[in-house]
């Protein structure tokens, strides 16, 4: 309907135009008359619409010629303004006419993301879409806002075949954000060229038709001729290989340096291990065999226990038992004997800076406790207690 309409008014514009030709050739004839009055010469000028009529004194009257092209002006205008109203009037608008599941495209079209549409009725529908508003979805309106569109793109360059357009004045694709969206095609477009190491992201200059992007620093090398382009790309590479080449050198002195440091730590706490095992009493480290005979018990006796505590997830037969290591005639040797035993001599096979001392107390009397429990594994715990009470701390002595 629209395109019969377009060619009815370009047949009435033509007919206007050639009826203003045939109007302004009567009065385009120059008749040239000599002082002595006789007709020198009648000189005919092909006639068009912008032709200036000119008439000498004796010639058509000027105000009628006037009246006649004020006329067929005003008849052009007249037709220009109808193809306008009619060309303004070709995108359909939302109507209470459009089916609903018309109007449910259409709000698909202006937000991808719309839920709950197969629920609302045709009001809803038009409340929400406004009546009276252009028809997203249409051909009319996409052609006009691709115009629109193609208007913002003033930049030539030598990376693209088209001309290219500022992101920040292009709208998101449709199919990311919807024809409704306030987002702008930089906030969600990447650089299409991304030169490895040199790309930006961003995108500096877009191209709607092609759904291409360039960022800042591909479109610099990219507009660059040929020769050039190799020589700035071969420069930036070998800087950038240079830079990651020196990083790593870096990298490898820190992890030696690093490396060599812990292996210096390492050494120092051996020897001082070693230099406190060398400090403790042989009588600590190997007591004799009077000191290990459990029926021949000393004044002290250290005892040992290991065994998963009451928590519920191990299975759990009471209190583990108590086993004797030592006895002592002092409690200052015994106390020693504790830390000793708790340290070298643990279940896990530990060393002394890897346990992890929950608690180590002197208690009543003077004897000291010292316990261990790792996450998830049993308690381990030495002490001291005079010998005479030993035999009845795991079952009263039975």
Known sequence: MIDALQKKIKAETMRIQNKKIAKASSAT?????????????IVSQPACSNVATK???????????????????????????????????SIPIISKTMTITQLKEECRVRDPRAKGLSTMKKAQLLEILVEGSEVEGSRQWKKKKEQEILQKHVHKSLCHHHLLANPRNLPAPSNVAGS????????????DVNHQWLCDKTPYRSCALCDFDICAACYEIESLPSAEKELLLKCKYDRIKKDQEERARKYREQQQELQERWRRREEETQRRIEAEIRNIPALI???????????????FSVWTSCGYEHDRW????????????SSHDTLNDANQRVEYVFYYKNPWG?????????????????????TSRPDDSERWTVSVLPSIAFDYINDGGR
């Open 29 to 41: 004839t120059l008749i040239n008359v000599t002082s002595k009055g006789d007709a020198q010469s």
């Open 55 to 89: 008439v000498t004194s004796s010639s058509v009257p000027k105000a009628s010629i006037d009246v006649k092209s004020k006329e067929t002006t005003a008849q052009i205008r007249a037709v220009d303004s109808v193809f306008e109203s009619i060309t303004k009037q």
């Open 180 to 191: 409704r969206s306030h987002k702008k095609r930089f906030e969600c477009a990447v650089c």
């Open 285 to 299: 480290k190997c007591p004799p065999p009077a000191n290990l005979d459990p029926d021949n018990k000393l004044k």
């Open 314 to 325: 191990h299975s759990y037969g009471g209190p583990p038992r108590k086993e004797f290591n």
């Open 350 to 370: 530990l060393k002394k800076e890897e346990m992890q001392v929950d608690s180590d107390t002197i208690k009543s009397k003077g004897v000291r406790l010292m």
